[in-house]
């Protein structure tokens, strides 16, 4: 018998507690002779009791609520997702299989491939939804996100909605996609089976809370949390049904090959890195990503132990699993100490005497925290906040979990089985008065030679792929460590025998120095695996010279390509480039296609929706 809640009947709290206690002891003759009863009493107008009969207590309690008739609880269900990297695809395909599982029929769909119109008929809807850019949505899910704010958008009132929203505490704007679907459905009319969750990058404890109270909204209390559990367990095996590794289980993948790509004199450092995945069962498609588990630079650990009077040998707690380990051990592996974020200053208050740190996260502050928190980490908080009444143990409960970090993958497993290739630019900087490291890209590029492992796992997405139809043409932009996943797609291309025309363009700084698999690119030209390249460097010249330009530069033949059905693929910087190129192909397709500046959006838009236009930004 299905549960009764607040949220699947027309009762309230007290009510909803003795209908369930005395609803299960009913026989079934008792049951109809209660049905008979209630429709009586309601065909007789509210409160108007048969007086012959006497009343239990619960029905008198009921009595008030007879004359709303309980709406059937629906049993079909429509999962939409916005997901940028795959990791709410993946998640809203494992949890409905989990609701069809438990015999509800779903209807499971991106945004960008969900009509829209028909939403005034979904009685059941739960939202999954990713942050990017700056506050941003997904691009699988901007359409949606315009619509519901347009004045297209319809009344829900017998709509029913939860959103589970995904992001990362250290951005300004923090799950503000899952914010704004939440607060518009509201707005029209639309009532939460549950509430919103916000989820920072350590996401599979909120997201089975949440599926669990929305299973239980649905469905009743019965086995709601071990059945969210396992749901979000299958969404981390998704990616590698072959294999025992995942994001929660990484694979300690052999180092085969790690070479800086840059030429000598360059003012950058690309390392070029091949793994092996030998005995791993993990595979990938072109257009995935690696992650990669980094460790923090030794110094900087070695530095927050020293100014705390730690001792780095005392035994720390290393997860909230219970796992234990040395301090050094934890801070080395397992806590981010290189980003400061809200809510870790917010628990980091409880454990400083001084009293700016307080100020600093008062409502009217915000500005100023903004400005604290940019490109400080740990250390600066250490040294800026002290004195410190903290043992280690209070500390490092305090850290968010170190996260993977993702690598477009630059090599095609058909053309080299079991290993992976990728690409990274080592980040470091100045600020604050210090010098500064990428965790993942300086341990990449200092700290790790051939022979070494590293703990590593696939992350799919399905959101940047090759077409199935290897004749289709492709246009790809990738500037900078942009072009690593098109090296992956050429060499698939040519392990595949395609006959689809390519057309690559690249930038970087400096030809001599930083052009990033140069030999590569030149013998896929030879081979006729790549058919057009076009470079833009934008050091070498007194103007800077960018890959949009040179997308201009070719407007008449690059939009012939799109006429002829060319698949666009854009990678690498999501702030200023990928803006930049958006605009360019809107103006090659105004003014090649003859079309207004809004009809041109249209059309790019348009080839989104087809997923002819796909980019993989960051
Ligand atoms: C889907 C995807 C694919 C990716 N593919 C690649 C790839 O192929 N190759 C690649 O190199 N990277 C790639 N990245 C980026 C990569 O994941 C890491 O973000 C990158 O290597 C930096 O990580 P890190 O740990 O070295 O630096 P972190 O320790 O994470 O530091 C990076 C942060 O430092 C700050 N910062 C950086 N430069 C400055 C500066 N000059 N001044 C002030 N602050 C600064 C910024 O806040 C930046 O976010 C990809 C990201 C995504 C999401
Ligand atoms: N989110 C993250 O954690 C993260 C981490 C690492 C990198 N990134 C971003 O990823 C991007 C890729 O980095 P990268 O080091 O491989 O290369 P990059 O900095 O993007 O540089 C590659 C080339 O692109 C040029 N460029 C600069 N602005 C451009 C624009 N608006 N349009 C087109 N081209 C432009 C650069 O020129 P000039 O330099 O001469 O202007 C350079 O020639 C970086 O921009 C970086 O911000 C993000
Ligand atoms: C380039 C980039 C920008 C991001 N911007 C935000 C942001 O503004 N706010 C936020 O909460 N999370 C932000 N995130 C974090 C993502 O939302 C988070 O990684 C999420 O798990 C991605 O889910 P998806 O794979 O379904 O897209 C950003 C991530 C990237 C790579």
Redesign the pocket.
């Known amino acids: 018998m299905v549960q009764l809640q607040v949220t699947n009947s027309p009762f309230d709290e007290n009510q909803v507690q003795l209908l369930n206690r005395l609803l299960p002891t009913l026989t079934e003759s008792q049951q109809i002779w209660l049905g008979g009863y209630l429709s009586a009493m309601s065909l007789r107008g509210a409160g108007a009791a048969p007086e012959a009969v006497e009343q239990p207590a619960l029905v008198q309690a009921a009595q008030s609520a007879v004359s709303v008739a309980a709406p059937p609880l629906s049993r079909e269900v429509t999962v939409l997702f916005g997901s940028q990297?795959g990791n709410c695809q993946r998640l809203a395909a494992s949890l409905s299989r989990k609701l069809e599982e438990q015999g509800f029929q779903v209807n499971v769909s991106a945004m960008n491939a969900f009509k829209p119109n028909t939403l005034k008929k979904v009685e059941n809807l739960l939202i999954l939804v990713s942050t990017h850019g700056e506050g941003e949505p997904p691009d699988n899910a901007r359409a949606f996100h315009e619509f519901l704010y347009s004045k297209r958008a319809p009344q829900l009132e017998s709509l029913r909605y939860s959103v589970l929203g995904l992001g990362d505490t250290s951005y300004e704007f923090f799950c503000q996609t899952g914010k704004d679907f939440d607060q518009r459905l509201e707005e029209l009319g639309g009532r939460r089976l549950s509430p919103r969750t916000d989820c920072d990058l350590d996401y599979d404890e909120p997201v089975a809370d949440w599926f669990g109270k929305v299973l239980e909204a649905l469905n009743g209390p019965q086995n709601a949390p071990q059945l969210a559990d396992a749901a979000v367990q299958a969404a981390e095996k998704a990616d590698e049904p072959q294999s025992p590794f995942s994001r929660n289980q990484p694979f300690q993948a052999e180092v085969l090959e790690n070479l800086n790509l840059n030429g000598r004199g360059s003012d950058r450092e690309t390392r070029h890195l091949e793994l092996s995945l030998a005995g791993s069962g993990l595979t990938f498609e072109p257009g995935d990503?690696l992650g990669v588990y980094?460790e923090n630079h030794p110094q900087l650990v070695a530095d927050i132990i020293a100014a705390m009077g730690w001792n780095a040998d005392e035994t720390v707690p290393l997860n909230k699993k219970g796992d234990t380990g040395t301090l050094h051990e934890a801070l080395l592996r397992h806590y981010e100490i290189?980003v400061l974020t809200k809510p870790l200053l917010e628990q980091a208050v409880k454990l400083s005497a001084a009293p700016g740190l307080q100020a600093l996260l008062a409502p009217e502050a915000q500005q100023e925290l903004k400005a604290y928190i940019q490109?400080r980490d740990l250390l600066d908080l250490i040294h800026d906040f002290g004195p410190w009444n903290a043992s280690a143990v209070s500390f490092v409960t305090v850290l968010r979990k170190l996260p993977a970090?993702?690598?477009?993958i630059?090599s095609s497993y058909n053309a080299n089985p079991e290993e992976v290739h990728?690409?990274?630019?080592a980040?470091r900087?100045e600020?604050h008065g210090r010098e500064?490291y990428?965790?993942?890209?300086?341990h990449c590029a200092e700290r790790v030679q051939p022979g070494d492992t590293l703990p590593v796992y696939i992350q799919s997405?399905p959101n940047f792929k090759l077409p199935a139809n290897p004749d289709v043409p492709l246009i790809m932009v990738g500037p900078g460590?942009g072009v690593?996943p098109f090296r992956s797609f050429l060499e698939e291309r040519g392990e595949q025998g395609a006959g689809g025309k390519t057309w690559l363009f690249y930038g970087d700084r400096h030809f001599v120095t930083d052009f990033l698999y140069q030999t590569d690119w030149q013998r896929m030209l030879n081979e006729g695996v790549l058919s057009k390249l076009d470079v833009a460097f934008s050091r070498d010249t007194e103007e800077k010279v960018y890959v949009q330009h040179r997308i201009l530069e070719h407007s008449k033949e690059l939009y012939a390509w799109l006429q002829e059905g060319a698949h666009v693929y854009v990678c690498g910087d999501e702030k200023h480039m990928a803006h930049d190129v958006h605009a360019a192909l809107v103006t090659v397709i105004q003014e090649e296609g003859g079309l207004s500046p809004e009809a041109a959006a249209a059309y790019l838009e348009n080839l989104q929706q087809e997923q002819r236009y796909q980019r993989?930004v960051?």
């Open positions: 990297t990503s980094p290189t490109g970090r993702l690598y477009s630059s990728f690409t990274v630019r980040v900087y600020t500064r990428g965790v993942c890209s300086v997405n460590t690593a993989d960051y």
